[in-house]
């Protein structure tokens, strides 16, 4: 914004995932005159999550796959506060955040993605990697990645809990990686890989053909696909060497009776909401997302807006993929853009297939 430019709208995003990432360029583009833009990250580097497994299985960089939020802000004039939002004070208009004073707003966007649900299942919130958020699992994944290079006569057990597309093609990145260091070395494979999944068969949002295969290569690859089995509990086994430190054994209890000891255990499973949103009470559906109309709009604060995972649209609920979060960029800018004008806003249908 010019600085003899006198603010009359604040517009806050909370969150730089897909969508907007997307809104902060256009904004960047097409700047509103007397607008305060002011993004709310917890990170300076947000993951493009399509790349992730292509990071993991080491074909592309950090830079490859993430977006640098500071650049971003700065070209889309916008202020960016690094801190973590913890609520929202719905009457006065305000982001509560974790090491910040609040944050005022006229309207809100909100773009924070989902995590994988692990509470229920006792021991998982304190003993598993959940692949989101994305920056945490990666500073885990870049650990072990040293450790197994420094080591590659140690043999390493790992766990991926949830046989969806973003379990099976994690585990395959997992093998993947660990097998160049291994080959590098000249030596044999020292990984033990397990898949659990609670279905009868792997991506099950995918044909049966799709899965069938799936289970094959992972087979192949030497993985160990344990399928309907129902994991119940993490428990924490003995303490042990491993590489230049010590790594406390997990015992991946199912509700069969199997139990197998892994060093590493990641949780990939149903995606779940922060609880902070239907506390502060947003409308939300049963299990946490923000419900949105079709413009992408909260149905209970129309100040409010959401987009990608964390937004549930009452009349076109899809799955939580990126690529939603992705295409609803576009049509987020356009009613942010009708919002601060004071403009009816347009609707949208996102895509069926993808
Ligand atoms: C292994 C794996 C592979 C995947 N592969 C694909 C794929 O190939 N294609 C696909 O379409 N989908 C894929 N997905 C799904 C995809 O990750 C999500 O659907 C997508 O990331 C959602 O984008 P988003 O914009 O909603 O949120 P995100 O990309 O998760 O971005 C949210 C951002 O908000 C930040 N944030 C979170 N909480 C707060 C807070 N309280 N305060 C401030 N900032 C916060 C986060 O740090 C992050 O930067 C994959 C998922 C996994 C786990």
Redesign the pocket.
Same mark, same amino acid.
């Given at each position: 914004m010019k600085d003899n430019q006198p603010i009359t709208q604040d517009l806050v995003f909370?969150? *730089? *995932?897909? =969508?907007?990432a997307i809104a902060l360029k256009q904004f960047g583009m097409n700047p509103v005159p007397g607008v305060r833009v002011t993004l709310?990250? $917890?990170?300076s580097h947000? #993951?493009y =999550?399509?790349m992730? #497994?292509g990071y993991v299985a080491g074909l592309y960089s950090f830079d490859d796959c993430h977006i640098d939020l500071q650049r971003l802000s700065q070209f889309a004039n916008a202020v960016m506060v690094l801190d973590?939002? /913890?609520g929202l004070d719905l009457q006065h208009n305000r982001v509560l955040l974790a090491n910040h004073p609040p944050i005022a707003f006229d309207w809100l966007s909100l $773009?924070?993605? =989902?995590t994988p649900a692990t509470l229920t299942v006792p021991g998982a919130a304190d003993d598993t990697v959940p &692949?989101? #958020?994305? =920056?945490q699992f990666l500073h885990n994944w870049d650990r072990i990645v040293a450790e197994v290079a420094a080591h590659p006569d140690q043999p390493i057990r790992m766990a991926v809990v949830g046989g969806g597309?973003?379990g099976v093609?994690?585990s395959l990145a997992i093998q993947s990686r660990l097998q160049q260091i291994y080959e590098a070395a000249n030596l044999p494979s020292n990984l033990t890989l397990h898949l659990f999944h609670r279905g009868d068969r792997l991506i099950p949002e995918r044909g049966k053909w799709a899965g069938q295969k799936l289970h094959q290569i992972l087979e192949q690859r030497g993985a160990e696909v344990h399928l309907s089995e129902s994991v119940a509990e993490i428990k924490r086994g003995e303490v042990r060497r491993w590489g230049d430190g010590e790594v406390s054994a997990k015992k991946v209890c199912c509700e069969s009776g199997l139990t197998v000891e892994c060093d590493w255990v990641f949780w &990939?499973t149903q995606a779940s909401a922060?609880n902070w949103l239907a506390s502060s009470g947003l409308a939300t559906n049963q299990r946490g997302f923000v419900l949105v109309n079709n413009c992408l709009q909260s149905v209970s604060h129309p100040r409010v807006f959401a987009a *990608? $995972? /964390?937004a549930t649209m009452t009349h076109h609920p899809r799955p939580?993929?990126?690529?939603f979060?992705v295409r609803q960029g576009k049509p987020l800018v356009k009613n942010l853009r009708r919002a601060l004008a004071h403009q009816p806003l347009h609707s949208f249908v996102p895509q069926k297939n993808?």
């Amino acid at each position: 914004m010019k600085d003899n430019q006198p603010i009359t709208q604040d517009l806050v995003f909370v969150g *730089g *995932g897909h =969508s907007h990432a997307i809104a902060l360029k256009q904004f960047g583009m097409n700047p509103v005159p007397g607008v305060r833009v002011t993004l709310i990250t $917890d990170v300076s580097h947000t #993951p493009y =999550s399509g790349m992730l #497994p292509g990071y993991v299985a080491g074909l592309y960089s950090f830079d490859d796959c993430h977006i640098d939020l500071q650049r971003l802000s700065q070209f889309a004039n916008a202020v960016m506060v690094l801190d973590r939002a /913890v609520g929202l004070d719905l009457q006065h208009n305000r982001v509560l955040l974790a090491n910040h004073p609040p944050i005022a707003f006229d309207w809100l966007s909100l $773009d924070i993605g =989902s995590t994988p649900a692990t509470l229920t299942v006792p021991g998982a919130a304190d003993d598993t990697v959940p &692949v989101k #958020p994305i =920056s945490q699992f990666l500073h885990n994944w870049d650990r072990i990645v040293a450790e197994v290079a420094a080591h590659p006569d140690q043999p390493i057990r790992m766990a991926v809990v949830g046989g969806g597309a973003g379990g099976v093609e994690l585990s395959l990145a997992i093998q993947s990686r660990l097998q160049q260091i291994y080959e590098a070395a000249n030596l044999p494979s020292n990984l033990t890989l397990h898949l659990f999944h609670r279905g009868d068969r792997l991506i099950p949002e995918r044909g049966k053909w799709a899965g069938q295969k799936l289970h094959q290569i992972l087979e192949q690859r030497g993985a160990e696909v344990h399928l309907s089995e129902s994991v119940a509990e993490i428990k924490r086994g003995e303490v042990r060497r491993w590489g230049d430190g010590e790594v406390s054994a997990k015992k991946v209890c199912c509700e069969s009776g199997l139990t197998v000891e892994c060093d590493w255990v990641f949780w &990939v499973t149903q995606a779940s909401a922060a609880n902070w949103l239907a506390s502060s009470g947003l409308a939300t559906n049963q299990r946490g997302f923000v419900l949105v109309n079709n413009c992408l709009q909260s149905v209970s604060h129309p100040r409010v807006f959401a987009a *990608g $995972d /964390v937004a549930t649209m009452t009349h076109h609920p899809r799955p939580k993929a990126g690529v939603f979060a992705v295409r609803q960029g576009k049509p987020l800018v356009k009613n942010l853009r009708r919002a601060l004008a004071h403009q009816p806003l347009h609707s949208f249908v996102p895509q069926k297939n993808f």
